[in-house]
Nanobody, 119 residues
Framework: VLLVESGGGLVQAGGSLRLSCAAS????????MAWYRQAPGKQRELVAT???????SYADSVKGRFTISRDNAKSTTYLQMNSVKPEDTGVYYC??????????????WGQGTQVTVSS
């Protein structure tokens, strides 16, 4: 399984950015997908998930500002980031995963894409 993120960059606070994650090597449509991020000096955190059926969930910190979506025909997951804040700065990772009793776990990860929000 190969996951390749793109779309990161520098954006001003209040602006928008769309991240993409292209998947290959597995049957994309049957898997849940997720976006994580890791800010400098902090642990990686789960930002958003989307099931194979299209149900979504978000971290409280991004709820109402970020939207996760998927295009199964293109084997691609997206993260639309609106009204970004400096605290959204970090490396964003795409991952394949699933929900278990203890939370959400991921087994395949992309290499990450840097998002920097300037104030």
């Amino acid at each position: 399984v190969l996951l390749v993120e793109s779309g990161g960059g520098l954006v001003q606070a209040g602006g928008s950015l769309r991240l993409s994650c292209a998947a290959s090597g597995s049957i994309f449509s049957i898997y849940s997908m997720a976006w994580y991020r890791q800010a400098p000096g902090k642990q990686r955190e789960l930002v958003a998930t989307i099931t194979s059926g299209g149900s979504t969930s978000y971290a409280d910190s991004v709820k109402g500002r970020f939207t996760i979506s998927r295009d199964n025909a293109k084997s691609t997951t997206y993260l639309q980031m609106n009204s970004v804040k400096p605290e959204d700065t970090g490396v964003y990772y795409c991952a394949r995963g699933r929900t278990v009793d203890t939370g959400y776990v991921s087994d395949y990860w992309g290499q990450g894409t840097q998002v920097t929000v300037s104030s």
